[in-house]
């Protein structure tokens, strides 16, 4: 059982919302004051899509596994390094995707076909 009442719940996921939105205002009020973003800033913000990207995409292709071997031999895994090999060749989204998602079609499934 829980060492939290439904009130402390409640009050812990409000206190969170609260600090969240308070930290989403104060970039807005930051930025609404200074005339222009400073280049280190701009240089920096370049970069989150990526990683923002990286971090949604990087724990559906890796199954946390005791046995290394298993989670390096992961169909998810060598699909979306045949995908990553492909958004950097060709720098097409829709072909990354189709690439990937065949990719793991045929890594998952091919073998069920073949025998």
């Known amino acids: 059982m829980s060492d ?3 009130l402390g719940i409640w009050a812990i996921i409000l206190v969170i ?3 969240t ?3 989403r205002l104060s970039f807005i ?3 609404g004051r200074i005339n222009q973003v400073p280049p280190r800033v701009k240089l920096v913000l370049k970069f989150v899509p990526a990683a923002v990207l990286a971090a949604l995409v990087a724990p ?3 199954t946390p596994s005791p046995d290394v071997a298993a989670m390096v031999l992961d169909e998810r895994l060598a699909a979306g ?3 990553a090999v492909v958004a950097w060749w060709r720098g097409n989204i829709l072909l990354t995707i189709g690439v990937g998602m065949a990719a793991l ?3 998952e499934f091919g073998p069920a076909l073949v025998f």
């Open 60 to 62: 559906g292709l890796v």
């Open 4 to 6: 939290f009442s439904a």
């Open 81 to 83: 390094i045949v995908a």
């Open 17 to 19: 919302a609260v600090a």
């Open 105 to 107: 079609w045929v890594l």
């Open 29 to 31: 009020h930051l930025f």
């Open 21 to 23: 939105y308070l930290i």
